[in-house]
């Protein structure tokens, strides 16, 4: 007796700074999964927002999407259907597309990282087409993704969030020097500018005095319209990974040691320079805190699938401080995600495994929910 295997979409790329992480994470993940049990499918999303499939498209964007003309473009149908993926060709005529292939796809798992992918517009989307997918849903995608929506959630729950001031970029360009007194009047440097929406480090900066935060605020202005500034602790890194839907489970915890200012970008994912202690040094009751506190912040906006947990522990105080939350961690082959569980006994094909389990399981729960309302006469 055989079992059809699943047909799994793999949706990775996209309109964000941290496209060429998606890229190297989905590479890690068809390194990994169990080929005798999936179909996969790839899904890419170039720079400019154009959506291919092929088996070769992965291998395409890395080259840097010169080429992107020979694969056949696609489309999720924003409606359930069986045959939700659509091959189509490029050349519209009369207003019509030229249908190549539909594709039938049981889940799909994005690895899209950053705005367009993890902050719930791609979920939103996958709900709509009534497709199972990997990951938290709009609500926990959008909230775990904004950083200072995430500090808010988090003080209202009680959790303790690093001392932020945060602004809009309009406000910033008509206020600049207003802006800037209220950060130094409030926050003592060294402090971090971030951009609200994005992850993986992108457009971050260190201020140790005016004129570098001043830099700083333009950069991140680059990349969002929405700034934070948080003062810098002294602390250490700790991170670790979650797992589930209604009753999450956590990984051990472990500790980044960057060589430079900040785990920035390239340490993260280019030049293998950081530090990955796992088991981080910590005592046990440090080490139950972080968990506990991680599933609360997982629990506060409605995580599903998965998630990291950043943390810092204070080496002036001790106390532990809730950073960020990542809703598409990174699954490259340094990522600490993967690591983490595989240090908690799970290994890397397991884990996908899991993953589409409880996208599938959260499907169910969805449609479980009534969906129309009579009014009795």
């Given amino acids: 007796m055989t079992t059809e295997k699943m047909r799994i979409g793999i949706l990775f790329g996209g309109r964000s700074g941290e496209h060429e992480v ?59 259907s069986k045959n939700s993926l659509v091959h189509f060709d490029g050349n519209v005529n009369n207003n019509n597309l030229d249908i190549i292939d539909f594709e039938n796809l049981d889940v799909i798992f994005p690895i899209l990282h950053g705005t367009n992918g993890e902050d719930g517009s791609i979920q939103g989307l996958l709900e709509i087409a009534d497709l199972p997918y990997v ?14 929506l995430f500090k808010s959630v988090m003080e209202s729950h009680g959790l303790p969030v690093v001392p932020s001031y945060s602004f809009n970029r309009s406000v910033y360009l008509r206020k600049s020097n207003e802006i800037v007194a209220g950060i130094l009047d409030r926050l003592d440097l060294p402090v971090f500018i971030k951009p609200a929406n994005l992850g993986s480090s992108v457009g971050i900066s260190m201020a ?53 200012d900040f785990y920035d970008y390239e340490a993260k994912y280019v030049s293998s320079s950081a530090e990955l ?3 981080a040094s910590i005592t046990q009751n440090q080490l139950r805190s972080v968990q506990e ?85």
């Fill in 277 to 279: 202690i796992i088991p």
């Fill in 22 to 80: 998606s890229l190297r994470s989905t590479r890690s993940v068809l390194e990994a999964i169990d080929y005798d049990k999936y179909i996969v499918s790839l899904i890419g999303i170039t720079k400019n927002g154009k959506w291919i499939t092929g088996a070769k498209c992965l291998d395409e964007l890395e080259r840097g999407g010169e080429s992107v003309n020979l694969f056949s473009n696609c489309l999720i149908l924003p409606y359930s």
């Fill in 293 to 377: 506190m991680a599933l609360e912040a997982y629990k506060a906006i409605d995580c599903s699938g998965m998630a990291r947990v950043d943390f810092l522990l204070d080496n002036v105080s001790g106390d532990l401080w809730v950073n960020e939350l990542n809703t598409i961690p990174g699954f490259t082959s340094i990522s600490m995600y993967p690591k983490l569980w595989q240090a908690s006994g799970v290994e890397f094909s397991e884990l996908i495994d899991i993953l589409i389990e409880l996208a599938l399981e959260r499907k169910i729960q969805r449609d479980s929910v009534h969906r129309s309302f009579e009014v009795l006469h």
């Fill in 208 to 260: 140790n005095d005016k004129d570098e935060l001043i830099s700083g605020i333009d950069e991140a202005c680059k990349w969002d319209r929405r700034i934070l500034v948080e003062r810098r602790v002294d602390a250490r890194e700790i991170e670790v990974s979650v797992l589930g839907n209604d009753e999450p489970q956590v990984s051990v915890a472990g500790e980044i040691v960057s060589n430079s």
């Fill in 135 to 148: 990951g938290s849903g709009v609500l926990g995608s959008s909230v775990g993704m904004d950083k200072i």
